[in-house]
């Protein structure tokens, strides 16, 4: 299985952007690079999605390098509603989709 | 956005009891769902992988005759925890994916069950 390294924890200034890296050296050619994020004590909810080209949403842009072998969350806006554990992850490529979380990044976001 | 909800939120019981969570999705028909633990400090792991109408699959390490999965429908999955102990104890999730489409690619996840055996 593909794996993804993440900084343990990364911290921000509220309103200042957060660039959370990712690498997965050893992805293949579909799969699929998605971002989730989990708040204290709630279940984790879906941030963005990409493959090949760069994706913007309404929460946050996905950077992706043009080798594949990382890639960048962007926060453009950081509130203190942002703080939480980021997960970068690979889908396996199968038809169940199956979701590997990994430990993530916690982002701290001071006031 | 779609929702996926969880029945209880939390639960309290006797080692030896069993436990049933249930996870629904409100406002689709959830293809497959997922179940996870989440020990204190740790991040999620998968449990197994159920589709309606079918056996779920289990991840390697999960006894499947202690985790019970029933996927009776489309928007309802159950969990039961038979013969709970204490390192049973820890914070169970479930996730949905839709139907084929605009949903598909997307993992919707309930806000969890914290279950604590005494």
């Known amino acids: 299985d593909a794996k993804t390294t993440q900084p343990n924890s990364m911290e921000s200034n509220e309103e200042e952007p957060v660039h959370l890296p990712c690498n997965h050296s050893?992805?293949?050619?579909?799969?699929?690079i998605h971002w989730y994020r989990q708040l204290p004590s709630q279940g984790p909810e879906y941030v963005i999605h990409?493959?090949?080209s760069n994706v913007n949403n309404r929460m946050a842009s996905l950077a992706i390098a043009e080798d594949r072998k990382s890639s960048t969350l962007i926060l453009h806006r950081a509130t203190l509603r942002d703080a939480a554990v980021y997960y970068c992850?690979?889908?396996?490529?199968?038809?169940?989709?199956?979701?590997?979380f990994g430990a993530g990044t916690t982002v701290t976001v001071r006031a | 956005g779609a929702v996926v909800s969880q029945h209880p939120s939390w639960v309290i019981c006797k080692s030896g009891t069993s436990v049933k969570i249930e996870c629904r999705s409100l406002d689709f028909q959830a293809t497959t769902m997922f179940w996870y633990r989440q020990f204190p400090k740790q991040s999620l792991m998968l449990m197994a992988t159920s589709n309606e109408g079918s056996k779920a699959t289990y991840e390697q390490g999960v006894e499947k005759d202690k985790f019970l999965i029933n996927h009776a429908s489309l928007t309802l999955s159950t969990l039961t925890v038979t013969s709970a102990h204490p390192e049973d104890s820890s914070f169970y999730i479930c996730?949905?994916?839709?139907?084929?489409?605009?949903?598909?690619?997307?993992?919707?996840f309930g806000p969890g069950t914290r279950l604590t055996v005494l």
């Open positions: 996730s949905a994916r839709g139907l084929a489409g605009v949903f598909s690619y997307e993992q919707f």
């Open positions: 050893t992805i293949s050619g579909t799969d699929y």
């Open positions: 992850i690979l889908s396996l490529g199968s038809n169940d989709y199956k979701l590997s």
């Open positions: 990409g493959l090949t």
